[in-house]
């Protein structure tokens, strides 16, 4: 409770007597208000809602009203926090917002004699913005829910946690409520011996909860292996180099924290499989954010829904934040205007000001569309080109479907599917793959090297019905881009 009362103290310190704490915490901003209040020297802290009215008053029920409750506040004596619960929505009435001003006009010169209004949401008239001091009220933090871990673990003896897995488990549980954080741990709880790998499920399929009720995030769960994807060695080195640094013990030691990676280039190489696979590498939650439903309206402006998108992202950290065909993403036109220089501009301060434990993955088709500003060094750590396979890496992605579909790739010749799919990409080798065993499953037999020739023989790549785009995209990542395969050098250009 120590950072929430540092908090509330610094903010009364100022003597401002309105204001507004921005939380969805209700019951821990009061406990830290009460906290403050006796430290104080005891100043009384008094509440009102919409239902019970103003506590203390002879006829409560008469207060329900927030300007009955208002003058009811003005003409009680001396010091005092009135906790007003209900009372954003009713701040775009005239008469409440002279109430408040009365108030404040009034209690200027008194010491903790403050309306306090507590809120989830942000609701702000013009007409009140320079007489209440606005607070966001920080989540939990670490020493907090450490705190709460301890707690937890006396009262469910049944805990496996080692002592040194609680910090992992804290850190995973940043961005989480007060409450949220307790249901969690008591939800474990209860289900017996529960050690970090359960704990830190759960904790995970809390997040995903909290961005399903936003919309526009998609939680992707990690269920994608680094050697379920072919070639792109040098990404995939790049990552498992990387895999210690993304933690709290080297952002503690001061090593730089992995910011971002945009990866370009031909479609269907193996961009966003990329993307999933660092989740189950680094042992972080995925979330999507689509920005189709972001412009659609139904959340408010896209400015709002962006802004809130970006909130809730912070919320959950450690995650990653995933933002599929960016040049799309950000409202980019086909010779790269901006289309929406509000949005472009906020998405590049927030990434300048993100809480280091959020990595930004972006994947692009197009990224001659993207502007300098983003590609530039110091937005991401890398920016990867994955291009077509050559014959060695198709023959690993050949190896990975086939057994992912039950086939036994010794039986297949290599060299023949090799030439074959000169100039395919890995999602047409998977669909071809595909396509085979379901003519083979149709006939009532396992899968073989002349269905699977049948089944390329039906299939034009990429490469032939989008030549001179192709073509495009390795002229401009030539010498922009680091090659995603180890093999890249050669075959750019």
Not at 2 to 24: F, K
Not at 122 to 150: C, D, H, R, T
Not at 444 to 464: C, F, H, M
Request: glycine share 6%.
């Amino acid at each position: 409770m120590s950072s929430l009362t540092d908090q509330l103290q610094s903010v009364v310190a100022g003597r401002s007597p309105l204001i507004y704490l921005l939380s969805p915490e209700e019951d821990r901003v009061l406990q830290g208000l009460r906290a403050v209040a006796e430290t104080a020297g005891g100043v009384p802290v008094v509440t009102w809602s919409c239902v019970s009215g103003l506590e203390g008053e002879a006829d409560a029920e008469a207060t329900r009203d927030p300007v009955r409750a208002l003058q009811a506040v003005s003409r009680r004596p001396g010091a005092g926090f009135f906790v007003f619960k209900d009372l954003a929505p009713f701040l775009s009435r005239p008469e409440v917002a002279r109430a408040l001003r009365d108030f404040y006009y009034s209690g200027r010169d008194t010491v903790y004699r403050h309306v306090v209004v507590i809120s989830a949401e942000l609701v702000l008239p013009e007409s009140l913005q320079k007489e209440i001091y606005l607070v966001e009220v920080s989540p939990p933090s670490e020493s907090e829910i450490a705190e709460q871990l301890a707690q937890a673990r006396q009262e469910h003896p049944d805990y496996g946690l080692p002592a040194e897995a609680a910090g992992e488990v804290v850190l995973a549980l940043k961005g989480l409520t007060e409450a949220e954080i307790r249901q969690v741990l008591h939800r474990v709880g209860q289900q017996g011996h529960a050690d970090k790998d359960r704990i830190l499920d759960e904790i995970f399929a809390e997040k995903r909860t909290i961005v399903k009720k936003s919309g526009y995030l998609e939680f992707s769960p990690p269920r994608y292996d680094i050697d379920g994807m072919g070639g792109l060695d040098n990404l995939k080195d790049w990552l498992i180099r990387r895999r210690k640094l993304f933690s709290r013990e080297a952002l503690d030691a001061g090593v730089p924290i992995p910011k971002g990676l945009l990866m370009m280039g031909v479609s269907g190489c193996g961009k966003s499989l990329a993307v999933k696979v660092i989740s189950s590498l680094w042992q972080v939650p995925l979330f999507r954010l689509d920005m189709n439903l972001v412009f659609s309206g139904m959340y408010g402006t896209p400015e709002e829904a962006f802004h809130k998108a970006l909130r809730t992202t912070e919320s959950v950290a450690p995650a990653i934040l995933w933002l599929d065909e960016i040049e799309n993403a950000l409202g980019m036109a086909e010779e790269g205007i901006k289309i929406d220089s509000h949005i472009f501009s906020a998405f590049l301060t927030w990434m300048q000001e993100k809480p280091p434990l959020i990595f930004i993955a972006a994947t692009a088709n197009r990224i001659n569309a993207l502007p300098a500003e983003i590609i530039r060094k110091g937005r991401f750590d890398q920016v990867f080109f994955c291009d077509l396979p050559v014959d060695e890496e198709r023959v690993e992605i050949f190896r990975i479907h086939l057994k992912r579909n039950g086939a036994n790739p010794d039986d297949f010749d290599f060299k023949m599917l090799a030439v074959m799919t000169q100039g395919w990409n890995g999602a047409e080798i998977e669909q071809a793959v595909i396509s085979a065993r379901t003519d083979a499953y149709y006939e009532g037999r396992p899968l073989n090297q002349r269905d699977l020739s049948a089944a390329i023989s039906k299939i034009v790549p990429l490469s032939e019905t989008m030549e001179q785009q192709i073509k495009a995209i390795r002229s401009w990542a030539f010498s922009r881009a680091t090659p995603a395969s180890k093999y890249g050098r050669r075959r750019v250009g």
